[in-house]
């Protein structure tokens, strides 16, 4: 175990940041147009 320990570690780092990141734009995102619509309806 010991000797693939780095290699699951790399791995799982690489498929959390493939799935944290696309998931933090998208709800940045849909953060930013909910703010937009508040303004626009707003106005």
Do not use: E, G, Q
Request: hydrophobic share 40%; net charge positive; aromatic share 18%.
């Amino acid at each position: 175990m010991t000797l693939y320990r780095p290699f699951y570690d790399s791995v799982s780092k690489k498929f959390t940041d493939r799935i944290i990141l696309p998931t933090n734009i998208i709800v940045l995102y849909y953060s930013k147009l909910s703010n937009i619509w508040k303004i626009f309806n707003s106005a």
